[in-house]
């Protein structure tokens, strides 16, 4: 048992998804799992664990933001020995090319400052996904008829951005879409020797002003989901 985790050992799953909200944990395992079971609600932070296809799997909330995140990662990787880490969530589109409701898998993510930053420094650290994960994620969107957007994205500090100027020159230089873990996720899984990707869906988009009705968006996070857990034991 962690500080934030309460699930006994034995009770967490090697690979772990990470949707930010818990309910949408929740969702995921009951909707993908087989048999799932809460095993953590401390917090409000729900995590289940079950099977698919018969593979072990948990699904975890990680909260809003790289701080809060991090503290999930940190305690799964060094308290319960997961291995495999992938963010399943929703992301705003940049780039007119990337549509409502299309997938959008992250090869690296920018960022401003991460909880990593303070390790860093003054060294501007390229966080990227795992490449066989990756790559065993766009086959499994192809198999699927889904043709995913693959690329840089940003993960964001703030919700509530007011840096016109900043989101024009993430467009200009090919961001496709904008959240905000990715990059924390990426950086402790290098560094933790630990596989992490990130298979989004945009649910809203910053050119167009077009935003995913709420209750759409579970219908329309199904693909996502099934990506990461075909990618993750292909």
Same mark, same amino acid.
């Given at each position: 048992?962690?500080?934030?985790?309460?699930?006994?050992?034995?009770?967490?799953?090697?690979?772990?998804?990470?949707?930010?909200?818990?309910?949408? #944990?929740?969702? $995921?395992?009951?909707?993908? *799992?087989? /048999?799932?079971?809460?095993?953590? &609600?401390? =917090? +409000?932070?729900?995590?289940?664990?079950?099977?698919?296809?018969?593979?072990?799997?948990?699904?975890?909330?990680?909260?809003?933001?790289?701080?809060?995140?991090?503290?999930?990662?940190?305690?799964?990787?060094?308290?319960?020995?997961?291995?495999?880490?992938?963010?399943?969530?929703?992301?705003?589109?940049?780039?007119?090319?990337?549509?409502?409701?299309?997938?959008?898998?992250?090869?690296?993510?920018?960022?401003?400052?991460?909880?990593?930053?303070?390790?860093?420094?003054?060294?501007?650290? #390229?966080?990227? $996904?795992?490449?066989?994960? *990756?790559? /065993?994620?766009?086959?499994?969107? &192809?198999? =699927? +008829?889904?043709?995913?957007?693959?690329?840089?994205?940003?993960?964001?500090?703030?919700?509530?951005?007011?840096?016109?100027?900043?989101?024009?020159?993430?467009?200009?230089?090919?961001?496709?879409?904008?959240?905000?873990?990715?990059?924390?996720?990426?950086?402790?899984?290098?560094?933790?020797?630990?596989?992490?990707?990130?298979?989004?869906?945009?649910?809203?988009?910053?050119?167009?002003?077009?935003?995913?009705?709420?209750?759409?968006?579970?219908?329309?996070?199904?693909?996502?989901?099934?990506?990461?857990?075909?990618?993750?034991?292909?």
């Amino acid at each position: 048992m962690s500080i934030h985790i309460g699930a006994k050992p034995g009770e967490i799953a090697e690979t772990v998804l990470l949707p930010g909200d818990p309910y949408r #944990a929740k969702w $995921a395992a009951e909707a993908f *799992l087989d /048999a799932p079971r809460l095993v953590n &609600e401390v =917090r +409000g932070m729900l995590g289940y664990t079950g099977t698919w296809n018969g593979h072990p799997v948990t699904i975890h909330g990680s909260g809003m933001g790289m701080p809060s995140l991090s503290i999930y990662v940190n305690e799964l990787i060094r308290d319960y020995g997961v291995k495999t880490l992938i963010r399943i969530g929703s992301t705003g589109a940049m780039q007119k090319t990337v549509k409502i409701r299309d997938v959008v898998i992250a090869m690296a993510a920018s960022a401003v400052s991460t909880p990593s930053s303070t390790i860093f420094r003054e060294f501007r650290y #390229a966080p990227c $996904a795992d490449w066989p994960l *990756l790559r /065993a994620a766009v086959q499994a969107a &192809e198999n =699927r +008829g889904v043709s995913p957007h693959v690329g840089s994205i940003y993960s964001s500090d703030t919700f509530y951005d007011e840096r016109p100027d900043l989101n024009e020159q993430m467009t200009r230089h090919g961001i496709l879409a904008v959240e905000m873990e990715t990059a924390e996720l990426y950086s402790l899984a290098a560094r933790h020797g630990a596989r992490a990707l990130s298979v989004l869906t945009v649910s809203d988009h910053l050119i167009t002003g077009e935003e995913l009705p709420s209750e759409d968006r579970e219908k329309s996070f199904g693909d996502m989901v099934s990506i990461a857990l075909e990618a993750a034991f292909a």
